[in-house]
């Protein structure tokens, strides 16, 4: 009896323990964040923690992600406060089709009169809402948007001076996608890499009765793939992916080698791919 009692007070500081983190965790993706410079015409507009990325030219600007469903003012005050409008957004893309990165994308879609450009396998999630997700899906988590373009792995999106490239990188959703720049300062060319990290969320099925078909085999090749970036720059859907907090303060100088850090992402996704490897052990036993 004595075994069991405590067996549950352990459990319950565990639940505990979860809900304060998960708690945590939302309070930072709706805590509003300064916008501020990346490098060069690369931008952050998002919240505290959830990453909205803008990139600008003469010719209008792509936004990538949003983040909740209430995000669209911060964001606008972010670009208002780097003196740059909403409106002047050409291109809305996402990194995955999850409603904490997509839940203000057809609010901004109407303000800017933007296009909605997505990968083949995020797209009919973008259209539905969320609704077929195969992993989170069955109802609809955010404002269903309409996708004007298919884009595809390697293809280079182009708008003004912008250079885009687009990189399938699927597992975490199944139409995944990192963008990658080369942008110039200082008498130097910045790899850049807007990384789409490949998370495993709690309770996806990789190789019994997975998620979708494919799904093990489509992280395995993210992080080989990514292993194979020449990465100088980096940044991710989440800040605390990639350190984001302590590599910048509000206020600070802008250095475009303040997110230099190759080792970084070196790091990262042999973590992540370390992870994947005994998720799916586990999964075996």
């Known amino acids: 009896m004595k075994t069991r009692i405590i067996q549950l007070l352990i459990a319950s500081l565990v639940l505990l323990i979860t809900s304060v983190q998960v708690y945590s965790q939302r309070e930072n993706w709706a805590r509003?964040?300064?916008?501020?410079?990346?490098?060069?015409?690369?931008?952050?507009?998002?919240?505290?923690?959830?990453s909205a990325f803008l990139i600008t030219s003469d010719e209008g600007h792509i936004l990538i992600n949003t983040g909740l469903e209430d995000s669209t003012a911060m964001i606008r005050d972010n670009m208002a406060s780097l003196g740059l409008r909403m409106e002047?957004?050409?291109?809305?893309?996402?990194?995955?089709?999850?409603?904490?990165?997509?839940?203000?994308?057809?609010?901004?879609?109407?303000?800017?009169?933007a296009e909605m450009w997505a990968t083949l396998g995020d797209a009919?999630?973008?259209?539905?809402?969320?609704?077929s997700d195969p992993h989170f899906g069955g109802s609809e988590s955010f404002a269903p948007i309409q996708v004007d373009k298919i884009i595809r792995d390697g293809e280079l999106i182009e708008l003004g001076n912008i250079r885009l490239k687009v990189h399938d990188h699927p597992g975490h959703t199944e139409g995944s996608s990192s963008y990658s720049m080369v942008v110039q300062e200082n008498d130097r060319d910045y790899k850049v890499l807007i990384a789409?990290?490949?998370?495993?969320?709690?309770?996806?099925?990789?190789?019994?009765?997975?998620?979708?078909?494919?799904?093990?085999?489509?992280?395995?090749e993210t992080y080989r793939r990514q292993k194979a970036i020449n990465v100088d720059v980096w940044v991710a859907a989440h800040k605390s992916q990639y350190n984001f907090h302590e590599?910048?303060?509000?206020?600070?100088?802008?250095?475009?080698?303040?997110?230099?850090?190759?080792?970084?992402?070196?790091?990262?996704?042999?973590?992540?791919?370390?992870?994947?490897?005994e998720y799916v052990a586990g999964e075996q036993r």
């Open 32 to 50: 509003p964040f300064p916008g501020f410079k990346i490098i060069g015409n690369l931008y952050g507009v998002g919240s505290y923690d959830l």
């Open 196 to 220: 789409n990290m490949g998370t495993i969320n709690a309770g996806k099925k990789l190789t019994v009765d997975p998620t979708y078909l494919g799904v093990s085999e489509d992280f395995a």
């Open 88 to 113: 002047d957004i050409k291109i809305l893309l996402t990194q995955q089709a999850h409603w904490d990165h997509t839940a203000a994308l057809a609010e901004i879609k109407e303000i800017s009169g």
């Open 124 to 131: 009919p999630v973008l259209i539905d809402g969320g609704f």
């Open 247 to 277: 590599k910048y303060q509000v206020g600070q100088v802008y250095s475009p080698d303040t997110f230099v850090d190759p080792v970084g992402f070196a790091r990262a996704v042999d973590r992540l791919e370390q992870a994947y490897l």
